[in-house]
Structure formats: structure tokens, C-alpha cells
């Protein structure tokens, strides 16, 4: 079946501009994780969807940070004036129902670079 | 040309030969690890997990060994293929979280 796929795959931004990410996970998962990844580094949790609500955020860096799962399915992730820094591969990976002991199944991510 | 991810150790094989990979975890709450393969312009692959109740754990060409004494996890792939080049990744988790920890990574290369 099909897997987690994200949009876009690459996206080139400016200084202090507004992205969204995307992400549309396995059918029937119910939770939607996103983490980022920085080249030469594993993956970091930012946050953490059980249905539509956001169970955990404690690793978004800052307020211009934040995601939406308005109806349980897709979310996006969002940055608000985006720094050089943010720049680093957005991975999302979903799971059936959530918990520490399932696997999570990840997407092909997002590169972004902020110019 | 070589990239930031080459300081990640790195494990060179000869084609056919058994490859081990190697990972220390600090948590001794986590209970749940999970080995990904990384391939380059790709999203971690799930390859095998364990649970903490467990100490060895067989698919496919792949054994992963825990040793929750010292926390180390290790990931063996028997008959290295060119295709297993990658990075591989370990990751923990606990039966209370619902967030991978993942570890810095390892570098396979397969010599033909």
C-alpha cells in the first residue's frame, strides 16, 4: 500500500519568508509525528498528533514554529519567518494508533533550504 | 564530494562478508529500539525492532542483539549486500513516550 509521502520534496525559500510543509499519512494511522533532520545528524522530534489534536510539541524550537491535523489525516507544518537555520530535511512518520512500543513509518521529507 | 555526514563513523565490508553496527543508548527507561536504514535523498527505512523483554530478535539477514545491562544495541547483517550502503540509525523509545530518540549514526559501505 502506499506509504507516508510528503510535499514538497525540496523547497527553496528566503530569509524571513512563510513556508508549509505537508505531509499525508498511511491510511488509517492515527498518529503523525514530525521530526527534523539536519545534515550529518539523526532525526529530532518536533511534535506529535493522536488524531487532531497535538499530544506533544515540546520539540518545536519556538513560536515560529507550528503544525495543524485539522481533520485527523494530513497535516502541515508550518514556519513563520524562516531563519538560515531552519534549513534541514522535515520528516514525518505515522503510526496506527500511537505509543512508545509501535513503529513508526516515515516519509521521504522535505529539504528545505532558507537562503 | 564528501558531505558533513562522513563525521559519522563509518564501517567498511567486503561484499558478502557479516556486518555489525553498533549503538549505545543512554535512557535505561527506554523499552522499545528500532533500527532504520538511511538511504541518501531518503526517509529512514524501518529494518527490525525489539522490545525490552527481549535480548535477540532474527528477520530477514538482520539480528539485532540488546544487552540492557550496559545499554547497547547491536545490529548484524549477514552477507553484505552493495544495497545495504546506507546509514543506519538507531532509535529508543519508552512504553510512556511517543517520541524516537535516535542515535548519531553509522555509516555502511559495501566493497564490491
Known amino acids: 500500500g502506499a506509504g507516508v509521502s510528503q510535499t514538497p520534496s525540496n523547497k527553496v525559500t528566503e530569509k524571513g519568508k512563510y513556508v508549509e510543509l505537508r505531509c499525508d499519512p498511511i491510511s488509517g494511522h492515527t498518529a503523525l509525528y514530525w521530526y527534523r533532520q539536519s545534515l550529518g545528524q539523526g532525526p529530532e522530534f518536533l511534535i506529535y498528533?493522536?488524531?487532531?489534536?497535538?499530544?506533544?510539541d515540546s520539540g518545536l524550537p519556538n513560536d515560529r514554529f507550528f503544525a495543524v491535523r485539522p481533520e485527523g489525516s494530513v497535516s502541515t507544518l508550518k514556519i513563520q519567518r524562516t531563519e538560515r537555520g531552519d534549513s534541514a530535511v522535515y520528516l514525518c512518520a505515522s503510526s496506527l494508533v500511537g505509543g512508545g512500543q509501535e513503529t513508526q513509518y516515515f516519509g521521504p521529507g522535505t529539504r528545505l533550504l532558507v537562503l | 564530494g564528501e558531505s558533513v555526514g562522513l563525521h559519522l563513523p563509518t564501517l567498511s565490508v567486503q561484499e558478502g562478508d557479516n556486518s555489525i553496527i553498533n549503538c549505545a543508548y543512554s535512557?535505561?527507561?527506554?523499552?522499545?529500539f528500532i533500527w532504520y536504514k538511511q538511504e541518501s535523498g531518503k526517509g529512514p527505512q524501518f529494518i527490525i525492532d525489539i522490545r525490552s523483554n527481549m535480548d535477540k530478535r532474527q528477520g530477514q539477514r538482520v539480528t539485532v542483539l540488546l544487552n540492557k545491562t550496559v545499554k547497547h544495541l547491536s545490529l548484524q547483517i549477514a552477507a553484505t549486500q552493495p544495497g545495504d550502503s546506507a546509514v543506519y540509525f538507531c532509535?529508543?523509545?519508552?512504553?510512556?513516550?511517543?517520541?524516537?530518540?535516535f542515535g548519531a549514526g553509522t555509516i555502511l559501505r559495501v566493497k564490491s
Open positions: 532509535a529508543e523509545n519508552s512504553q510512556y513516550g511517543n517520541k524516537l530518540v
Open positions: 498528533f493522536q488524531g487532531t489534536g497535538a499530544a506533544d
Open positions: 535512557n535505561s527507561a527506554s523499552d522499545y
